[in-house]
């Protein structure tokens, strides 16, 4: 591929436009892209598509068509869609719903920390993703026994909206099927002991690449390979949440060490079952005065990644006169804070805390000012009258916004 990071249909009988590369793994490489359809229909997506090399392996195609139908059946807020597979021409592409944000791995790596409420609200949402998918049933009620097998940082995406969804769904696959050790998937480090063994992925897999993702996410560190896949090291190897972060409930610490024990009968069964004990366990944080609504995970992604996303939009805007694509896309807007939604006491302190470098300034968003008796004061124009009732505009910071893909899903 040339240095021109647009490229363009992948053949001509696609109905699917490659427009530019997001990021590349060793599965593939991901892009945004179009979906045409009749009628002018088109909307942005994001593509993977499959390195050339797989191709050369006719079990392989066969194996990731598989999975990926068997991903297209899951259907769930917290999950990125699989839309459409596409195998002609020697090509193969994964169709995916495209997610305007960042991945975790991004936001971990902000020079702004995201608060302790809003990281286990991401967490949270990545529990409702996963526990869909190893719940998903086909068309005729049978369940489909899914597994994710890659859960990390890359593959949770977070969105303008401030929902966090699972991506990557490609690789998931039934645990009732065979999986041999030779094609074991993942990224070292959210891989659980019995997975490597064996080869043979089930829930409590995923459970535990989640619990390593959420003990990462609260205290920005990584955590060390040799204390999570030898099954003769010392559980307390494992130092808790809180060693790196002291406001963290020790419940919150319990809750995540549980998901992370080598041993799979030691763990939570579900991913459920870890997020009904994680938000039991950090309620205080949740309901307590601190940023942890989706509203204030949204306001971070647009205060944080908002230059990065707009300067993607007007490249892709210069790359389209002499193609004769349009592309639209919904303003870069996140809710208005209110004050009866969104509570503000002590939350600067907590906005100073999370910080360790400069960034701008949150937008500020628009609010009338009130009367003595607190109604509202409407601006009456009389075209008639010299006098006019005015009121001023005032732009309000909540100063309780957290600190700190794009579909950025690495294979």
Same mark, same amino acid.
């Given at each position: ?88 021409? $020697? ?44 719940? !998903? ?21 977070? $969105? ?119 938000? &039991? ?24 990644? $908002? ?10 805007? &210069? ?41 701008? !300034? ?27 009732? $005015? ?21």
């Amino acid at each position: 591929m040339t240095s021109n990071p647009f490229v363009r249909a992948p053949h001509a009988q696609s109905r699917f436009e490659l427009l530019l590369k997001i990021a590349s793994g060793g599965m593939g490489t991901v892009y945004l892209g179009q979906q045409r359809g009749a009628a002018g229909f088109q909307r942005l997506v994001a593509i993977k598509r499959a390195h050339p090399h797989l191709l050369e392996d006719a079990s392989i195609v066969k194996t990731l068509v598989m999975e990926a139908h068997l991903a297209s059946l899951v259907r769930h807020p917290n999950v990125v869609g699989v839309i459409d597979v596409e195998d002609a021409a $020697g090509e193969l592409l994964l169709v995916m719903e495209y997610v305007e944000g960042a991945s975790l791995s991004e936001v971990n790596a902000a020079p702004r920390r995201l608060p302790i409420g809003m990281a286990i609200r991401i967490i949270l949402d990545a529990c409702e993703g996963l526990q869909a998918l190893h719940s !998903a049933r086909d068309d005729e009620g049978a369940p489909l026994g899914m597994v994710h097998r890659d859960v990390s940082p890359q593959n949770i995406l977070i $969105g303008m909206d401030g929902l966090a969804r699972i991506a990557d769904l490609g690789i998931a696959r039934a645990y009732a099927m065979h999986t041999s050790t030779s094609v074991v998937r993942g990224k070292p480090g959210y891989l659980a002991p019995e997975y490597l063994r064996s080869g043979r992925a089930t829930p409590r897999t995923d459970v535990f690449a989640l619990g390593v993702v959420a003990w990462e996410t609260l205290t920005r560190q990584r955590l060390a390979r040799t204390a999570l896949e030898t099954d003769a090291a010392d559980p307390s190897m494992i130092a808790p949440p809180s060693a790196f972060r002291a406001a963290i409930p020790q419940a919150v610490d319990d809750a995540i060490l549980k998901a992370i024990e080598r041993s799979p009968q030691n763990r939570y069964a579900t991913v459920r079952d870890f997020a009904e004990a994680l938000e &039991e366990a950090a309620r205080p944080a949740l309901e307590g005065p601190q940023p942890s609504s989706r509203v204030y995970v949204a306001q971070y992604i647009s205060d944080v990644f $908002g230059p990065k996303l707009r300067a993607r939009r007007d490249m892709l805007r &210069e790359s389209t006169p002499a193609s004769g694509v349009e592309i639209a896309f919904d303003e870069l807007e996140v809710p208005d804070a209110t004050p009866s939604s969104m509570p503000t006491k002590n939350l600067k302190r907590e906005l100073e805390s999370a910080t360790t470098a400069p960034v701008p !300034a949150p937008p500020r968003s628009r609010i009338v000012k009130t009367a003595a008796a607190g109604v509202v004061v409407l601006v009456v124009a009389a075209l008639a009258l010299s006098t006019a009732l $005015g009121i001023a505009q005032m732009r309000s910071e909540p100063s309780e916004l957290g600190a700190s893909p794009a579909n950025s899903s690495h294979l």
